[in-house]
Every structure is written in C-alpha cells, then in structure tokens.
C-alpha cells in the first residue's frame, strides 16, 4: 500500500500537476481500483479465463471508475489553463488537442494508462527488489558502495548519474528479469500474415507471448535461476543490455476488451 500511495503520487504529480494526501478518499478509491483490476486481469491469464464475462465486466467497471476521477481532474484543469504555460501532461494534451484531432475521451484513455501501466509495475518491482537485496546483503552493499562513490548524500540522484552507475544498473535489471512481474505479458495481434519458427500465423490472430521462457531462457543466461547481476556486466564491469532482457513488454498491445 506504501509503495502504491507513493508511486501513484508522482504519476500524480505529472499528469495532474498535484500530489494527494494519502488519506484522500478519491485517491485511495483510484488506487483500490487500480489494484483490484491488476488482480483480475492477472487471475484470469492464470486461470486461462480472461474472456470469461464476469472478469471483463468487473475490469471494465474498476477502468471506467479510474477514467472518471481524471476527467473530473481534466474538467478542472480548464477553468484555469494557461496556453502559453503548461502545468502538466493534461494542461499540454488539451493546449494540442485541437491541432492533433484528440478528443478528451483520448486524454483519459492516455492518462489512464499511464496509471495502470505504472503504478502497479512499478511498486510490485520495488516490492522484488526490496526481496532480493534484504537476501542478498552482499549486493545490496556493493550497491550503497557505488551510489555513494558517484552520488554521495547530499543530492538526489539524475539520468547523468547512470552510465556512471554499471553495477546498480545491472542490479536492477536483473531484478526486473527475476521479478518477472508479467510473465505472459498483454494479449498481442498478428498485423499481417506471418511464418515464426515454422509456424504460420494468420494475420488477425491473438497472441500470448511467454516472456517467462526468455527471462529464464538456459542458452541466454549463465544462471537463469539464481539472482546474479553478473548478467548484464561484462568482465570489465561495464554495464551490458541482454537482447533477451524482455521484462514486461513485447510489441504494441492488444487487448480484447477495447
């Protein structure tokens, strides 16, 4: 819950421009409702039932809920809009709206996402990485080391700061391949006709790709099952990226609720 009031609250702060107390009832109904279609959605792929009615009417209704409370935010939003000074993301959507042929239903659906896509990938990827260095102290100490080396105590941390962090860079990859917080990923569609490994595939056809079977993959990692940032470094200690490093994300979604 910690980890969802703070992350949800720097989405927050970029689409609407403002941070909620965490004892904001509208906050934390967003948040409760967030969660809720995470975990239907993710209970229906596990059970290999999300075309089952039941779970899409409750996802729909917990979406549509979500969808409100930043339309409420968005109506705000142009009592008072400045065109020559953007607050944030919705102030800088609705000043392009017109130009772009965007409508305000595109500015929710956009915002929407933001928050369903972040928010829970987010804190549950916090969540592993708090697992794995409380189980590793030795990692966690070699990567205090390094942020203290480059960033030291008396400033946050910049996108600069991150070619010069190869060790803390590899660890939280190799959190996100072990964390593997969507391992079936989203539903995918075939954009035209196409032959994989053999197999042809129609265009039109739904796909589940199996990020599990890369993340885990004994040809592509030296020790597939054992937490080791190892994987992402070379022998000088560079950062290195894994071409099967596919943490929660392959191709553009498609999802048969829209």
């Known amino acids: 819950i910690l980890f969802n009031n703070a992350v949800s609250?720097?989405?927050c702060q970029l689409v609407m421009?403002?941070?909620f107390d965490y004892s904001d009832h509208n906050f934390q109904i967003m948040l409760k409702y967030l969660s809720e279609a995470i975990r239907l959605e993710g209970s229906a792929w596990g059970d290999q039932l999300f075309l089952l009615s039941s779970c899409i009417k409750h996802s729909l209704d917990h979406y549509n809920a979500i969808l409100e409370?930043?339309?409420q935010e968005v109506e705000s939003h142009k009592k008072d809009l400045d065109h020559s000074d953007p607050r944030d993301y919705i102030d800088a959507f609705i000043i392009e709206m017109s130009v772009l042929g965007f409508t305000e239903f595109?500015?929710?659906l956009c915002s929407g996402d933001l928050f369903l896509a972040g928010t829970e990938t987010t804190?549950?990827?916090l969540l592993w990485a708090l697992v794995f260095l409380i189980k590793t102290p030795d990692i966690q100490d070699n990567v205090q080391a390094e942020i203290d080396k480059v960033i030291g105590q008396t400033r946050?941390?910049?996108m600069e700061d991150r070619p010069n962090l190869?060790?803390?860079n590899a660890v939280i990859h190799e959190i996100q391949r072990m964390g593997n917080i969507v391992p079936l990923n989203g539903?995918?569609?075939a954009a035209r006709d196409t032959t994989l490994g053999g197999y042809f595939i129609p265009k039109g056809t739904s796909l589940m790709p199996n990020l599990t079977s890369v993340l885990f993959d004994k040809t592509e990692w030296e020790t597939p099952d054992t937490f080791n940032p190892g994987h992402f470094l070379d022998a000088q200690g560079k950062f290195v990226k894994r071409e099967a490093f596919l943490p929660f994300s392959a191709g553009k979604p498609h999802s048969p609720i829209s």
């Open 156 to 158: 946050l941390p910049t």
């Open 69 to 71: 409370f930043i339309s």
């Open 9 to 11: 609250n720097i989405i």
């Open 17 to 19: 421009g403002k941070r």
């Open 123 to 125: 804190s549950t990827t």
């Open 106 to 108: 595109n500015l929710a």
């Open 166 to 168: 190869p060790y803390t």
């Open 187 to 189: 539903p995918r569609m």
